[in-house]
Nanobody, 132 residues
Framework: VQLQASGGGLVQAGGSLRLSCSAS????????IGWFRQAPGKEREYISC?????????AYADSVKGRFTISRDNPKNTVYLIMNSLTPEDTAVYFC?????????????????????????WGQGTLVTVSS
């Protein structure tokens, strides 16, 4: 089982991108899904998480709140991250992870999602480069 993050690319500062997280061999609907990113020379950081159902309020790191929007389409087995008002500081490889199902409940996912060790599946990442 592997997740696949896609949609990265080169964009100018102030621009937008939409990333997708899809999966083969597993239904993402069983899991809360988190997005993380790793900039060159830095540790991987949490940026956003969405619960198993669309009606659950997603969570965001302060660094992206108000600029990024996470959503999911369970019939398409895909989670999206829409990134607006991008800055060069957003340059990173972006990863999606599936939070262990036992931690994916509506009252729990926002607490456990920022912790990478609670994620059971990961994608290979997609590179986002924001030019100034």
């Amino acid at each position: 089982v592997q997740l696949q993050a896609s949609g990265g690319g080169l964009v100018q500062a102030g621009g937008s991108l939409r990333l997708s997280c899809s999966a083969s061999g597993v239904s993402l609907g069983y899991y809360a899904i988190g997005w993380f990113r790793q900039a060159p020379g830095k540790e991987r950081e949490y940026i956003s998480c969405i619960g198993r159902r669309t009606e659950e309020t997603p969570a965001y790191a302060d660094s992206v709140k108000g600029r990024f929007t996470i959503s999911r389409d369970n019939p398409k087995n895909t989670v999206y991250l829409i990134m607006n008002s991008l800055t060069p500081e957003d340059t990173a490889v972006y990863f999606c992870g599936a939070l262990r199902s036992s931690y994916s409940g509506p009252r729990a996912f926002s607490r456990y999602c920022p912790v990478q060790s609670f994620h059971t599946y990961w994608g290979q990442g997609t590179l986002v480069t924001v030019s100034s």
